[in-house]
């Protein structure tokens, strides 16, 4: 059974960092994408960024280019968030979630596997 479980959210003032951490367990799969997601309240779910378990490759989106970053350590088991220069309008349900047979994945509709999410505030 696919697990993902996040953690490592919390409250921290604009201009400060957060890490959070996706523990992924039960993947017998040999392609496959690992991205993280937010909602924040009354809006859509929306991709944050994404890695790749074949080649490594990585996919942010515009608004955290330059101040996120996507890592991995044992494969894609465990897959970090690193996010620095917060802002307010990072606030957000932070999820992570994993997409069956694609290399690098950005739709909602391409993820198969979600997490229970994982609060993020910055206050200004």
């Known amino acids: 059974e696919v697990q993902l479980v996040e953690s490592g959210g919390g409250l921290v003032q604009a201009g400060g960092s957060l890490r959070l951490s996706c523990a992924a367990s039960?993947?017998?799969?040999?392609?496959?994408?690992i991205g993280w997601f937010r909602q924040a309240p009354g809006k859509e779910r929306e991709g944050v960024s994404c890695?790749?378990?074949?080649?490594?490759?990585?996919y942010y989106a515009d608004s955290v280019k330059g101040r996120f970053t996507i890592s991995s350590d044992n494969g894609l088991n465990t897959v970090i968030l690193q996010m620095n220069s917060l802002k307010p309008e990072d606030t957000a349900i932070y999820f992570c979630a994993a997409s069956i047979g694609n290399t690098i994945a950005t739709m909602l509709h391409e993820y198969d596997y979600w997490g229970q999410g994982t609060q993020v505030t910055v206050s200004s």
């Open positions: 039960g993947f017998t799969f040999d392609n496959y994408a």
């Open positions: 890695i790749s378990s074949t080649d490594g490759s990585t």
